[in-house]
């Protein structure tokens, strides 16, 4: 029996999710409005700038020109000079560029790129093994196994810190950057394998086992009816998987301010972005767009594997 919705109800339940919405949103709607406005305008409470500034996005994207101002009596130096090197021209030239300390935004975006999109993949790939072992096979001591891994989790990671910066020295991977990048990769799959493992488990529990035993009946070995079969139907929990695992390592600070404290050039975008927000170069229109621009791919993965975070995809492949 359908139940007809009072119109006074369903204004109250409107308003109430237009309302969660736009808390969810305005931090973000705040960000995007400091970083589009100069900086006369930064004290008006409108989310709207009196005066649109793309200054910051072009600056951190390298789109805009270093103004240079150079002494005449040096340019009459640099064109008397026909024997220096364009070395020397742009070494000379540099001294007198303004504002040339700038934001290296890419290299810290590609750095933090690379440990999300390793770190995110390799967990997925574990935690797909790692789930189907739990969920399908019989062994001793797999409920000691799988209850393990979630007190893993249970444990937080400032307690972890001391230990884990130990065995980073004494293995000796602190000595070189690609070892430390290495073991931060670790950690990384360290923090979000329990979780990864206890979503696919229970997604791999709800796959009917007569789709395993026709498969196994056709000639699949175990590996490949993982790859044909499990892989195939779960790809919305695998996605999901993958967007969590990318999500921590993305935004994951604690550890990076550690292991990554000596090695500049390897900075994630969270500690670059602390740094910049330290340094005298520290601007609210250019730390805001470096904030928006810095959860901007989290929310463009969201939406690219949004179409593919649909339920099960076993319903009607059995006859019961």
Do not use: C
């Not at 339940?13 to 305005?26: E, H, K, N």
């Not at 972005?273 to 805001?288: C, G």
Request: no cysteine.
């Amino acid at each position: 029996m359908v139940t007809k919705r009072s119109p006074l109800r369903t204004v109250l339940f409107t308003l109430l999710v237009l309302f969660i919405v736009l808390f969810s949103l305005f931090p973000f709607l705040q960000m995007l409005s400091t970083s589009l406005k100069y900086q006369w305008d930064w004290g008006n409470p409108s989310l709207i700038p009196t005066k649109l500034n793309t200054g910051a996005y072009t600056e951190l994207l390298g789109l805009d020109k270093q103004q240079v101002d150079i002494p005449e009596s040096v340019q009459k130096l640099l064109d008397s000079q026909k024997n220096m090197t364009k070395a020397q021209r742009e070494k000379i030239i540099s001294t007198y560029v303004q504002g040339n300390e700038r934001f290296p935004f890419f290299k810290y975006f590609s750095n933090s790129l690379f440990f999300s999109v390793i770190s995110a993949f390799v967990s997925l790939v574990l935690a797909t093994f790692g789930a189907y072992s739990i969920s399908r096979m019989k062994y001793r001591g797999q409920s000691l196994i799988q209850r393990g891994v979630l007190f893993v989790y249970m444990v937080g990671g400032i307690l972890l810190l001391i230990p884990l910066y130990k065995i980073h020295v004494l293995l000796g991977f602190s000595t070189t950057k690609g070892g430390t990048g290495f073991f931060l990769m670790l950690i990384y799959i360290v923090q979000t394998l329990p979780v990864s493992l206890y979503m696919l488990g229970n997604t791999f529990r709800t796959i009917p086992y007569s789709i395993e035993e026709a498969a196994f009946i056709e000639g699949y070995g175990r590996i490949q009816t993982i790859l044909k079969i499990i892989v195939p139907l779960s790809f919305g929990a695998m996605a999901t998987v993958f967007i969590y695992s990318f999500m921590i390592a993305w935004n994951e600070y604690l550890f990076a301010s550690v292991f990554l404290k000596s090695y500049n050039d390897l900075y994630t975008l969270p500690l670059a972005l602390k740094a910049l927000f330290v340094s005298k170069n520290a601007i609210w229109d250019r730390i805001m767009a470096a904030s928006m621009m810095t959860a901007l791919p989290v929310v463009v993965l969201f939406m690219f594997v949004q179409r593919f975070l649909t339920g099960n995809m076993t319903d009607g492949g059995v006859k019961e």
